[in-house]
């Protein structure tokens, strides 16, 4: 039996925890096995990724630095769909936009604040070639974190993890050992009610950049 060929996709997202959550991430898809994943974290570094390679699938952030330049989203769909098969992957994602950015031949929507098996889901969907759109994004969007139930203490991690900081960095920044910030962020996701990092920051890196 011939092997299958190594699915290509590529993660456009400004912050680097979201960019390496979702590297992550796409190595867990049922479909992917290995996989090859490129990063951008700017427009021109989009733009140039498209043109050297054809993807089997590209999450895009709405809000990339450099899209206004480039003509913003009207002008991805133009230059780059259907041939590069795409998901907005935002913190902010209108009805009216998904309904554009579908008649324009997307390949579907996630939410940053999607919990990490709906977006292996929704992934291996639009990796077999579906699309994949909520019935209602707003419906489908997390709230915003109370941050109003964490420590003190764990303000100061949750702040630091938003600014992409390993728990080694955050161990080092606040002077305390590696134990501690661990036990920390275990009881950071306990009072979020999430599993994870990535859902932990979603919903904030969310609001901070859309």
Same mark, same amino acid.
């Given at each position: ?96 936009? @998904? #309904? $554009? ?5 997307? =390949? *579907?929507?996630?939410? %940053?604040?999607?919990?990490?098996? &709906?977006? /292996? ?32 203490? @764990? #303000? $100061? ?5 938003? =600014? *992409?900081?390993?728990? %080694?960095?955050?161990?080092?920044? &606040?002077? /305390? ?34």
């Amino acid at each position: 039996m011939p092997d299958l060929p190594m699915p290509r996709f590529l993660v456009a997202d400004d912050h680097p925890l979201i960019r390496d959550s979702m590297q992550a991430l796409l190595q867990r898809v049922p479909l992917a096995g290995a996989c090859r994943v490129e990063l951008a974290d700017n427009a021109d570094v989009l733009w140039q990724a498209c043109e050297r390679t054809r993807f089997d699938l590209v999450l895009l952030d709405l809000q990339m630095p450099g899209m206004a330049a480039r003509g913003g989203l009207d002008a991805y769909i133009k230059t780059w769909l259907p041939h590069q098969p795409t998901a907005l992957f935002s913190g902010h994602v209108t009805e009216r936009i @998904q #309904r $554009e950015f579908r008649l324009a031949g997307g =390949r *579907g929507v996630l939410h %940053k604040t999607h919990g990490a098996p &709906l977006l /292996l889901g929704a992934i291996q969907i639009m990796l077999a070639g579906s699309p994949y759109f909520p019935e209602r994004v707003e419906a489908t969007a997390g709230e915003s974190p109370d941050v109003s139930v964490l420590s003190g203490r @764990q #303000r $100061e991690i949750y702040d630091l993890l938003l =600014r *992409g900081l390993s728990n %080694k960095a955050i161990a080092k920044e &606040l002077g /305390l050992t590696l134990g501690t910030v661990k036990n920390h962020v275990h009881e950071l996701y306990q009072r979020l009610r999430v599993s994870n990092r990535f859902e932990a920051l979603a919903n904030g890196l969310s609001e901070k950049s859309g």
